[in-house]
């Protein structure tokens, strides 16, 4: 049995094109066009990469995009300073600051520091509570996006048992949050795991985000089971070159599970779909309708 391949790409471009329309029908009936305000400081070259595919899919979806390239050296106090310029900005509706930041600044107090009504990452802790006692809030884009593709191949999770690897509060955490939402029975795997092999066995959805490249092994997965694989790891082929592989082994896993995602393709795009989506609903939100 071969896997089907679940094309995050697709379905995040889908998504793209429900939200421009959103977002036009939106300034036709309130004059108001989403506006997201991205935040990155210092070179670091994966961050910059990211920060361009978002505001890439800004232009996608209709929604205008507030840029803020600072050098490395910027203070944590002017850091502050703009995201509380940014909150009382009418034509922000969800701020983004892209992690890492650098040593000198306080990531926790810029985070905490974000309108929780603008925090389109769902990073701050008022929004983290909402999604534990499930009310509306902001959930984080990459469990947001892996859960729409659980969705996509499954609606309905009772009775199924999910086994998240990872508990780190950007993916792990909030996943597990939404696979109980979803009536599924959960498991928390992380380091201290005993026979993580025989745990990720017992999963009929199985989420990897653990960031080590290929950890999860083919028999590892139990047959037909949906495998959401989060990881991106930047490896060495034998020529040298780079590529980037997942958590999960793909070649052997895809010839046990039922669907999986790739690694690149799968959730990376739907991250950024609902990072749009997130901004979208803040805008909606802001004139006292829900999408
Ligand atoms: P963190 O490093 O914050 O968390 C990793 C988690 O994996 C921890 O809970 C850790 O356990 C657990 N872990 C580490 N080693 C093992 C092991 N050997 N066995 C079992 N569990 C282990 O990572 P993130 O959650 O931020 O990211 C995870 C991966 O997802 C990374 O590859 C990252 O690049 C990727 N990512 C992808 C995104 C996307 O858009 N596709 C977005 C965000 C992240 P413990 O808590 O015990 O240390």
């Known amino acids: 049995m071969t896997a089907t391949i679940i094309d995050g790409k697709k379905v995040a471009n889908d998504l793209h094109e ?37 505001v890439l899919a800004t232009a996608a979806c209709g929604i205008k ?86 969705e996509k191949v499954l609606p309905d999770l009772s009775g199924k048992t999910a086994v998240v690897v ?45 960031g080590r490249p290929e950890m999860i092994k083919g028999d590892w997965i139990k047959p037909g089971a949906i495998v959401i694989d989060v990881g991106i790891n930047r490896v060495l082929k034998p020529d040298g070159k780079g590529k980037l592989v997942g958590d999960v082994a793909f070649d052997e896993a895809k010839e046990v599970a039922g669907a999986i995602t790739p690694v690149p393709g799968g959730v990376g795009p739907m991250t950024i779909a609902c990072l749009m989506l997130n901004t979208l609903d803040s805008a909606y939100r802001s004139v006292g309708a829900e999408i």
């Open 65 to 150: 995009s507030f840029e803020f390239k600072l050098p490395a050296e910027t203070s944590e106090a002017e850091v502050l300073g703009l995201v509380e310029k940014l909150n009382a900005d009418p034509e922000v509706h969800g701020i983004l600051v892209q992690l890492p930041l650098p040593k000198q600044i306080d990531s926790d107090k810029v985070l905490g520091l974000i309108d929780p009504k603008k925090d389109a990452d769902g990073f701050h802790p008022v929004n983290v509570g909402l999604l534990s006692v499930g009310l509306p809030g902001f959930v984080p884009c990459t469990p947001r996006g892996s859960a729409i593709l659980i």
């Open 166 to 210: 990872g508990r780190s509060n950007i993916v792990g955490k909030p996943m597990i949050q939404l696979l109980l939402q979803k009536n599924a029975t959960v498991t928390c795997a992380h380091s201290r795991t005993a026979d993580l092999p025989a745990v990720c066995r017992t999963a009929d959805v199985l989420v990897a985000a653990v």
């Open 18 to 54: 429900e939200i421009r329309a959103k977002a036009e029908k939106l300034t036709a009936s309130h004059g108001v066009v989403p506006g997201l305000a991205v935040i990155l400081v210092g070179e670091d070259p994966a961050s910059a990469v990211y920060v361009r595919n978002k």
